[in-house]
């Protein structure tokens, strides 16, 4: 599987806010865009007004870069966006919040979704008591996320649970009992309910060019 390699505290400083791709490390001091709020690189402090072609391109590689999709795959996305029904940068969102790895985040079994990824990928999750290892798996209503018996032991996963309150907390649209490691996705997120800044109607305008 294809992975970015790129500094993750890079990505985020030089979007200009938190993507919470570090975990917990973003809610400490440590933060990278705390400490360096400009971009990386020898003339960060000195950049320039963007582009109307750049301010759509960063809003697209931002997106991009908090789902953890790559380009091909991105493209896949918005082209199916566009074939459903209602609004398409709606539609994109909601494609990219049902991915199993976001799921499993959301549901606070992972501090990021960097490890909810690596948790499907290593066949840790199960969807309606089978396992799926494909991260990009798209989830539906009504559908119960678990994680497997031997899984649920882990101290890591126990503490990213204790200490989902502190990331922002469970989203109304999933429900989850901790006590048993499982989680049920009870309807699908609201507009209004995705906080992170996304402007998708640049994206949508991006590719429309």
Request: glycine share 6%; aromatic share 8%; net charge positive.
């Amino acid at each position: 599987m294809a992975r970015n390699l790129n500094p993750q505290c890079k990505i985020c400083r030089r979007e200009g806010l938190k993507l919470y791709l570090k975990g917990e490390r973003c809610f400490t001091d440590k933060c990278a865009v705390d400490r360096r709020n400009y971009p990386p690189g020898q003339h960060g402090h000195f950049r320039g007004k963007l582009s109307d072609y750049a301010l759509r391109l960063r809003e697209k590689q931002k997106v991009k870069d908090i789902y953890g999709a790559f380009e091909r795959q991105f493209e896949i996305y918005i082209r199916n966006a566009e074939r459903m029904k209602g609004v398409t940068g709606y539609n994109l969102l909601m494609l990219l919040e049902r991915r199993l790895d976001n799921i499993v985040y959301r549901m606070g079994f992972a501090t990021s979704r960097n490890q909810a990824r690596q948790l499907v990928r290593h066949r840790h999750i199960l969807v309606n008591g089978k396992i799926v290892n494909i991260p990009s798996f798209q989830v539906k209503l009504g559908d119960v996320i678990e994680l497997k018996e031997k899984t649920r032991k882990n101290e890591r996963i126990k503490q990213a649970l204790n200490s989902v309150e502190a990331r922002g907390g469970i989203p109304r649209w999933l429900e989850v009992n901790k006590e048993l490691f499982r989680g049920v996705v009870a309807d699908m997120p609201k507009r209004e309910e995705m906080t992170l800044p996304i402007q998708e109607q640049l994206i949508v305008e991006f590719y429309s060019r």
